[in-house]
């Protein structure tokens, strides 16, 4: 079929023709059973990956990784689901909880738990790999300071214990909020569950039934992200991934406090002598911009013959900003109406493209704009009001416009779409 | 068959065999791909202020529009998405319409940039652009262009310096950022945004990916890449998924001052809405964008919900305000073949009714 064969190739159909008798197997034995061996989809793609040249390494490697971990995690598993039932009567609360074990939710382990985790690590900007370096020297401090973190600080070392404390305490809160984190994402999984269950007995009736894997893998996908959505958006979920953010940013800090006290031993730059550096560095270079504008603003001839790229264009143009920050522009300039915002709590107005248009007909002899050349024969917005439409009937409105080759639909709206 | 399933084991032996034959496919099309690469319209660097670039596309024909575009993008992904691919390009649409349209590329900030704050980048970076493009055309104010976050950035520029400002267009911007539906700002609430910058300086580019990938998480991390496979045996739908997850991925470093300003006053204080936005001790009124205000929202957008985006109609101080529903996401309000149909003669309409 192809003018390049690939190395591999040949290898992938024995490969292929092997998974293929495979399947066969297991399907056949699945007719009647309740469970079937079938080789599962991670096992086609790891020989697939074993036969990509080069690995699949190269520009789209990290799309190929993130192909294999999740594609074959997840999908493998429900195709397993599918086989299972496959030939068979079945009912959606079966499927369902076939698929719940599959995930392993009710132990608390398994591809669910360990797909919310990877997310977590990955919000925490790597955040679960640095935080498996330091555990063991945080509960290291922990076992062997337990006792004495919990007293009192007083003496010289006042001040270290103090800090030890509330790095303890840091870790603590820590990992109070991972398993209140972990705990929600479990409700997610129970609704989703729920959900995917709904939408199975929807899909009972002939006609709407599930005919494929993958059908019924994006059932799910659409379950658990009705589900994931509204929990997302609770209060709840507010609440526990702010507090799993800023218990993270305090174990961060008590760490970082803690190397820098080492750096400063060793007399090696800590962070936050970088960071000063950069706050000063920053400053000055505002400071600096402001000498020169103050300058330019001065004497705009000079400043174009010095060439800095601001004062030749003001130099040349005028510096309307200059007019404009007079107190008097200022007070001119804010004097403006600021706004009509809505009173907090009023609802805002549905719109769709009709009844706004309507709506803002009403504003439309306000509008302080041009008058065009076919406002005439044009709708309101031509002549600078307001008006709100939908991009389609936008385009559609002024497909006549447009200049030729401006867009596939101009010649079929140009002839019978225009309004 | 009763119940919900109506799977045969032919059909699911079918299925597999459907599968492995795109796999195969996939051994020979992958390494053809090879490095994806973007941007398909040439393009000039016509003015710099540090890492941040202002770059000047260059059409087939001579611009036509007196009055240049500038597009203002946010600062969580690399620009490029508004000329992604020669058939999925917003910039060559707008060429093509005769538009002059120019970039500000920000860059990747790097650690010496952690005190870039909200003021640096909409008073240094966007004013000066604005400044190099009002000397290089000899006009008092040019167009602007801005998109989600540089939308907001747009917004925050326009009120204080309308003057410097001919037409605005805001494209997928969030406004009010306390819509029930603003899965993002919803999490930021009770998040201690001081704490949180104080701890990690710049915010990785890593962690901002996991967070959108959050939005969604069964959908971008698990079924997006299930259907990688159906283009497997596609070259060019390949190549095409390849380069959006180059773009996806391909994500800066945020400045950590910018970001604590942006979260602090954007994201918890709503401040289009409620106030309390200050860029650089002057405080931002939405009253004071007089310009004609073209507002584009995608109605299907789970990042800026469209009611974030609307709400901008009762905060804007002009009355020539006009906006646009795209009948798409957030991304393909770019990148969809309904987007090259409509959004750059859309944009295009709009400005030559106000030259």
């Not at chain 1, 004495?148 to 214990?161: T, V």
């Not at chain 2, 009055?67 to 620009?79: D, E, K, S, T």
């Not at chain 2, 267009?169 to 945004?193: A, G, K, Y």
Request: with cysteine; aromatic share 8%.
């Amino acid at each position: 079929m192809a003018e390049h064969v690939p190395p591999g190739a040949g290898e992938f159909e024995a490969m292929a023709r092997q998974f293929w008798n495979l399947w066969g197997d297991a399907l056949r034995q699945a007719s009647g059973a309740t469970t079937a061996p079938a080789p599962g989809w991670p096992q086609a793609l790891d020989w697939w990956s074993r036969l990509m040249p080069g690995g699949g390494h190269g520009p789209a490697e990290d799309v190929l990784q993130r192909f294999r971990q999740h594609s074959g995690d997840w999908y493998g598993l429900m195709q397993q689901v599918a086989a299972r039932f496959a030939g068979q009567d079945t009912a959606a609360a079966d499927v369902a909880s076939a698929w719940k074990q599959a995930l392993g939710v009710d132990a608390g382990r398994g591809p669910w738990m360990d797909f919310f985790r990877g997310l977590q690590g990955g919000g925490g900007g790597g955040f679960e790999q640095w935080y498996r370096q330091v555990a063991p020297y945080l509960d290291n401090l922990r076992r062997e300071n337990e006792r004495w973190l919990h007293l009192p600080a007083f003496g010289p070392a006042r001040e270290h214990q103090e800090r030890w404390q509330a790095l303890a305490q840091a870790q603590r809160d820590y990992q109070q909020a991972l398993g209140e984190y972990e705990r929600v994402m479990l409700k997610v999984a129970t609704q989703a569950f729920e959900r995917f269950e709904s939408l199975l007995e929807a899909r009972s009736e002939p006609g709407q039934q599930i005919t494929s894997a993958r059908a019924l893998f994006d059932l799910w996908i659409d379950a658990a992200e009705q589900a994931y959505a509204e929990v997302a958006l609770s209060p709840e979920f507010r609440h526990v991934y702010g507090r799993l953010t800023n218990t993270q940013m305090r174990l961060r800090l008590g760490v970082q406090k803690e190397i820098e006290q080492v750096c400063v031993a060793l007399g090696m730059p800590s962070r936050t002598e970088v960071d000063s550096a950069h706050r000063k560095i920053a400053e000055l270079e505002r400071q600096l911009r402001q000498v020169i504008r103050n300058r330019d603003r001065r004497d705009p001839d000079d400043a174009a013959e010095t060439g800095t790229p601001e004062a030749r264009g003001r130099a040349s143009h005028g510096d309307t900003r200059r007019a404009r920050q007079t107190p008097a522009a200022r007070a001119a300039r804010q004097a403006k109406p600021r706004g009509r915002a809505k009173p907090p709590g009023e609802p805002a107005p549905a719109v769709t493209a009709k009844s706004a248009s309507a709506t803002k007909s009403a504003r439309a002899g306000k509008g302080t704009g041009k008058p065009a050349k076919a406002a005439a024969t044009r709708p309101a917005a031509r002549a600078g009001a307001s008006e709100v439409v939908s991009m389609k009937d936008w385009v559609a409105r002024y497909a006549g416009d447009a200049p030729a080759g401006a867009g596939r639909s101009k010649g079929k709206r140009g002839q019978g779409g225009r309004k | 068959m009763n119940g919900p399933l109506d799977i045969s084991v032919d059909e699911l032996a079918q299925e597999t065999l459907r599968a492995q034959q795109k796999l195969a496919a996939g051994l020979e099309t992958l390494p053809q791909v090879g490095d994806v690469d973007y941007g398909a319209t040439p393009r000039q660097e016509v003015w710099r202020d540090g890492r941040v670039v202002l770059y000047r596309f260059i059409g087939d024909k001579a611009p036509t529009a007196r009055v240049p575009l500038l597009i203002v993008y946010a600062l969580v992904n690399r620009p490029y998405m508004v000329d992604l691919q020669d058939d999925r390009s917003l910039v060559k649409g707008l060429l093509a319409q005769g538009e002059d349209v120019y970039v500000l590329d920000w860059g990747y900030p790097d650690r010496s940039d952690r005190y870039l704050t909200l003021g640096d980048y909409i008073n240094r970076f966007i004013d000066g652009a604005v400044e190099h493009l009002c000397r290089q055309h000899r006009l008092p104010s040019i167009n602007v262009l801005g998109i989600c976050q540089g939308g907001a950035f747009s917004l925050c520029y326009s009120a204080l310096h309308p003057e410097r400002v001919r037409n605005l267009i805001t494209m997928v911007t969030p406004v009010d950022f306390h819509t029930p539906d603003n899965m993002l700002s919803h999490w930021t609430r009770e998040m201690d945004v001081d704490l949180f910058v104080d701890a990690i300086g710049n915010v990785p580019a890593d962690m901002m990916n996991a967070c959108y990938l959050m939005l969604k998480p069964f959908r971008l991390n698990l079924q997006k890449y299930v259907g990688l496979v159906d283009v497997l045996d596609d070259r060019k739908g390949l190549a095409d998924f390849l380069r959006m997850e180059k773009w996806i991925f391909d994500s800066p470093d945020l400045a950590g001052e910018a970001f604590r300003q942006f979260i602090k006053q954007f994201y918890q204080g709503n401040g289009f809405v409620n106030g309390g936005i200050e860029i650089d001790g002057e405080e931002v009124h939405l009253g004071d964008v007089g310009m004609p205000v073209l507002n584009i929202y995608a109605e299907q957008d789970h990042l800026v919900p469209p009611n974030a985006s609307r709400a901008l109609r009762d905060l804007v101080g002009t009355e020539d305000y006009t906006e646009l529903g795209f009948k798409g996401g957030h991304i393909g309000i770019y990148v969809s073949s309904r987007a090259q149909r409509e959004v750059p003669g859309a944009i295009h309409q709009w400005l030559a009714q106000r030259q």
